[in-house]
């Protein structure tokens, strides 16, 4: 039953700017068998398999794929290794046809014309072993997710892979196509395939896993015979032992209501989502990647487009269509990727503070008013304590950490209401996250409500004072934060519509 | 389980992507044709059809090579240029008495490395294609005028003599074959050379490829720098050809030759359905767009309307055209 070694990595390691993403990690893979890779997010689970398909370049340690050793891989070189990927964020050409995409870049050629009829009935061939009712014909573009990641599943059957990689492949797909795709798990595992499955669904791991490996902070922890671990055991594993970091949590009471969603929907992540922000509470925001946390807050926002939904704050509905009456309301968010959503990296910090404060710094001839533009920068840098040189400089060159506190900064010159954080802490250094729940604090004892999004749960655990937890685009949980283990949330957090 | 839907030719054909836009130009074209004839029956005339389809060639062939480089989402601002430099090239070479074949492998190959130092700027140093292709079209327009001393040449057939400049100026030009200008029959052939290069083979698959998503493209393995050099090099080319069409035309070199022609190219793809941002559009559709724009021209010009009106009108038809695609793409 227990196949041959046919991957194997030793001591791995591999750093981001600014962040250890793997630290010494091994890993291994027979033949036959399904690997249930495991952690929380940002274990380093994706950028372990991103490196043994050639997506990144390892930074130290050996991969062996059947029993031949690699220095570093592109992703070419993984595919003739034998090792395919199915990516959790879909990476095809959606102009392109289904057949077009299953055989990008090793297309069946005749003489020098491509072998269209071929490659169709190959496709075709792949597509109704898998038992989905696609057409090779249709533009990718036009076929729903689900759809998609089945064209990913049969792409990399195609390339009869004798490692697959399965990145969250189900969180996509209806139950009949999960089944389908389980059964197709345990056909190619009996062809002596070695498939590493990477899911927090772990309701559905029973179904098909062998073994398990489980990983955290970019780290390896442990690994093992699947029927060896209670359900509990692994979710301990995953998040670790006590908290050990201090939170500078406050004390508040709790005041009157604030601000309140009714029935918001929008889209598939966004479902039904109802809850409630006070006076003098932070409300911590849990649940895992794609849990839906970040498209609720932007459709709080007016960035996405609600189907329905009331927004209730200070007692009155409000009607939010887009930032800026949301921003004229009091409702004000410092998104997730500060880089992209949450400063003009290439403007200053004078620019970027002012630009949702123009209003106030213009005068009635649309002039703006330098001398108020200085006031309000150089105000935010000393209540924040920004480290800069001055106001005059690049945004885009402090560090994150003040970065994420210029984000803030353009905020806090208004009378907000409501301020939304969206991950504010992440990828900044701990004396910068200490300043954040600082200032979090601050707004809390002035009364403002205070949404907080974080996926580390040791975080929301030790500032929030109340925990609501997403999964699947619904909440479904509530916590008091004071009370609340990280097991419990977890399980909420994985508690998905049950589908099997 | 799929199963193969009983298709006939047409059904076949109409589910060629980008097929749709293409013959909507084409609906289009004979709508303008026609409405032109009834206002000008001379628009009718056998003569002029002959020189719609000699003078609409020039436009073909820039189209080909800038549908080319915006099938891969990028844009080639220098092919104008490059046929300028290329008439002028010939045109002096031919002047100080070389062999016009040579003459024309000259300037070939000086075109070309414009083109490779494109797509290296582009495809190897992700420059943007707005940026590189401006510094070249400088650079493409500079050689022109330089190459024979800031001036434009004398008749090509000064030391070669009247017959060589005649053959060569029928054979890019003046001469016919079958009744139809070999003009036309020269571009018609870069055409379908083309067509089936980018429907057909790997290649062309891949050009669509990177306009659709680069970072899947590469994910599949596609050389995503080799195949962007590709698209210049062919874009140059068809450059080039219309820098001899010009020369010929003339008889000379003119420093002014292709002025703009970048823009006439890019309207001529984006007019058949060719996305300016990358990953959709064919080369029939350019066909129509080019002779779309060609009739345009020609009418306005037969109905007695000003340059300044035909320029407006053409101006708007190129919104028109992106605008529609735009919104057929929402709704998709």
């Known amino acids: 039953m227990m196949g041959e070694v046919i991957v194997s990595m030793e001591h791995i390691s591999k750093s981001f700017p600014g962040v250890r993403a793997l630290d010494d990690v091994?890993?291994?893979?027979?033949?036959?068998?399904?690997?249930?890779?495991?952690?929380?997010?940002?274990?380093?689970?994706?950028?372990?398999?991103?490196?043994?398909?050639?997506?990144?370049?390892?930074?130290?340690?050996?991969?062996?794929?059947?029993?031949r050793e690699y220095e570093n891989l592109n992703p070419k070189q993984a595919l003739d290794a034998g090792v395919a990927i199915i990516h959790q964020e879909l990476n095809m050409c959606k102009d392109l046809n289904v057949s077009e995409n299953m055989f990008l870049g090793?297309?069946?050629?005749?003489g020098i014309v491509l072998d269209n009829a071929e490659m169709e009935n190959t496709a075709r061939k792949y597509l109704d072993e898998l038992g989905v009712d696609i057409?090779?014909?249709?533009?990718?573009?036009?076929?729903?997710?689900?759809?998609?990641?089945?064209?990913?599943?049969?792409?990399?059957?195609?390339?009869?892979?004798?490692?697959?990689?399965?990145?969250?492949?189900?969180?996509?797909?209806?139950?009949?196509?999960?089944?389908?795709?389980?059964?197709?798990?345990?056909?190619?595992?009996?062809?002596?395939?070695?498939?590493?499955?990477?899911?927090?669904?772990?309701?559905?791991l029973?179904?098909?896993?062998?073994?398990?490996?489980i990983m955290r902070d970019g780290?390896?922890?442990?690994?093992?015979?699947?029927?060896?671990?209670?359900?509990?055991?692994?979710?301990?594993?995953?998040?670790?032992?006590?908290?050990?970091?201090?939170?500078?949590?406050?004390?508040?009471?709790?005041?009157?209501?604030?601000?309140?969603?009714?029935?918001?929907?929008?889209?598939?992540?966004?479902?039904?989502?109802?809850?409630?922000?006070?006076?003098?509470?932070?409300?911590?925001?849990?649940?895992?990647?794609?849990?839906?946390?970040t498209e609720t807050t932007r459709a709080i926002f007016g960035v996405d487009k609600k189907e329905s939904g009331t927004i209730i704050l200070d007692d009155k509905e409000v009607r939010i269509e887009n930032p800026m009456d949301a921003i004229r309301a009091g409702i004000v968010l410092a998104p997730e990727d500060r880089k992209k959503d949450g400063l003009c990296t290439k403007l200053t910090i004078r620019e970027n503070v002012a630009l949702p404060n123009l209003d106030m710094i213009c005068g009635r001839d649309g002039v703006i008013n330098r001398k108020k533009e200085t006031q309000m920068c150089e105000e935010a840098i000393r209540n924040l304590s920004i480290k800069t040189p001055g106001i005059d400089i690049d945004a885009g060159s402090l560090s994150g950490g003040n970065q994420q506190?210029?984000?803030?900064?353009?905020?806090?010159?208004?009378?907000?209401?409501?301020?939304?954080?969206?991950?504010?802490?992440?990828?900044?250094?701990?004396?910068?996250?200490?300043?954040?729940?600082?200032?979090?604090?601050?707004?809390?004892?002035?009364?403002?409500?205070?949404?907080?999004?974080?996926?580390?749960?040791?975080?929301?655990?030790?500032?929030?004072?109340?925990?609501?937890?997403?999964?699947?685009?619904?909440?479904?949980?509530?916590?008091?934060?004071?009370?609340?283990?990280?097991?419990?949330?977890?399980?909420?957090a994985t508690q998905f519509e049950s589908r099997l | 389980?799929?199963?193969?839907?009983?298709?006939?030719?047409?059904?076949?054909?109409?589910?060629?992507?980008?097929?749709?836009?293409?013959?909507?130009?084409?609906?289009?074209?004979?709508?303008?044709?026609?409405?032109?004839?009834?206002?000008?029956?001379?628009?009718?005339?056998?003569?002029?059809?002959?020189?719609?389809?000699?003078?609409?060639?020039?436009?073909?062939?820039?189209?080909?090579?800038?549908?080319?480089?915006?099938?891969?989402?990028n844009i080639d601002l220098s092919i104008g240029s490059v046929a300028g430099m290329s008439a002028m090239m010939t045109a002096t070479l031919m002047t100080l008495g070389v062999n016009p074949l040579l003459a024309m492998l000259i300037t070939m190959a000086v075109c070309l490395t414009i083109g490779f130092i494109n797509g290296v700027l582009v495809g190897r140093f992700k420059l943007p294609p707005f940026i590189a292709t401006l510094g070249t079209m400088f650079i493409a327009r500079g050689a022109?005028?330089?190459?024979?001393?800031?001036?434009?040449?004398?008749?090509?057939?000064?030391?070669?003599?009247?017959?060589?400049?005649?053959?060569?100026?029928?054979?890019?030009?003046?001469?016919?074959?079958?009744?139809?200008?070999?003009?036309?029959?020269?571009?018609?052939?870069?055409?379908?050379?083309f067509y089936f290069f980018l429907s057909k083979t790997r290649t062309g698959r891949h050009i669509y490829a990177i306009g659709s998503n680069v970072e899947a493209a590469k994910l599949s393995g596609v050389d995503v720098v080799k195949t962007t050099v590709k698209t210049y090099l062919i874009s140059e080319f068809c450059g080039a050809v219309v820098g001899f069409i010009l020369c010929a035309q003339a008889g000379m070199g003119n420093m002014e030759a292709g002025n703009v022609y970048e823009m006439y190219g890019v309207a001529a793809g984006v007019i058949g359905g060719v996305s300016p941002l990358g990953g959709s559009g064919i080369l029939l559709g350019t066909f129509a767009g080019a002779a779309v724009w060609q009739t345009l021209e020609n009418g306005l010009n037969m109905i007695g309307a000003q340059v300044g009106i035909q320029r407006i009108v053409i101006g708007v038809m190129v919104v028109a055209a992106v605008l529609v695609s735009v919104i057929r793409n929402r709704k998709d």
């Open chain 1, 135 to 204: 057409d090779p014909l249709e533009t990718v573009g036009s076929l729903p997710v689900s759809k998609q990641q089945m064209i990913e599943i049969a792409k990399a059957l195609s390339v009869n892979a004798k490692i697959l990689i399965m990145d969250e492949p189900t969180s996509a797909l209806s139950s009949r196509e999960i089944k389908e795709l389980f059964s197709i798990i345990q056909r190619l595992k009996s062809q002596g395939c070695g498939i590493v499955y990477i899911s927090h669904r772990l309701e559905e």
């Open chain 2, 1 to 73: 389980m799929y199963r193969a839907r009983k298709t006939g030719l047409i059904k076949k054909i109409m589910r060629i992507k980008g097929m749709g836009a293409a013959l909507t130009a084409f609906a289009g074209l004979v709508v303008i044709y026609v409405a032109f004839g009834i206002m000008n029956p001379m628009v009718f005339s056998g003569q002029n059809i002959l020189n719609l389809l000699r003078s609409m060639s020039k436009y073909l062939l820039i189209g080909i090579g800038q549908s080319y480089v915006m099938i891969t989402g």
């Open chain 1, 206 to 213: 029973a179904h098909i896993t062998d073994r398990v490996t």
């Open chain 1, 219 to 293: 780290r390896y922890i442990t690994s093992g015979d699947f029927d060896s671990f209670t359900m509990d055991e692994i979710i301990a594993n995953m998040v670790g032992r006590e908290i050990k970091e201090k939170f500078p949590r406050i004390k508040c009471t709790r005041g009157k209501k604030v601000f309140e969603v009714r029935g918001l929907n929008a889209g598939r992540s966004v479902r039904d989502v109802s809850f409630s922000l006070h006076e003098g509470e932070i409300v911590g925001f849990a649940g895992l990647m794609g849990a839906g946390r």
């Open chain 1, 106 to 110: 090793r297309e069946h050629i005749n």
């Open chain 1, 26 to 67: 091994s890993f291994e893979l027979r033949s036959g068998e399904v690997m249930a890779l495991l952690g929380e997010n940002g274990a380093g689970k994706s950028t372990l398999m991103k490196i043994l398909s050639g997506v990144y370049e390892k930074d130290g340690g050996t991969i062996r794929i059947m029993g």
């Open chain 1, 405 to 492: 506190k210029v984000v803030v900064g353009k905020w806090l010159a208004r009378k907000s209401r409501v301020v939304i954080f969206d991950e504010p802490t992440r990828g900044i250094d701990v004396g910068a996250k200490v300043e954040i729940y600082h200032i979090m604090n601050r707004l809390k004892e002035q009364g403002i409500a205070v949404m907080f999004i974080s996926s580390e749960m040791p975080e929301v655990m030790g500032i929030a004072d109340r925990i609501i937890v997403m999964c699947d685009g619904r909440i479904t949980g509530e916590l008091d934060a004071e009370t609340a283990t990280q097991n419990e949330i977890l399980k909420y």
């Open chain 2, 144 to 193: 022109a005028y330089i190459v024979n001393g800031n001036r434009n040449t004398d008749n090509i057939g000064v030391v070669l003599g009247k017959d060589a400049a005649d053959s060569f100026q029928n054979f890019f030009y003046y001469g016919k074959i079958l009744g139809l200008f070999n003009t036309f029959w020269i571009a018609f052939v870069i055409f379908l050379v």
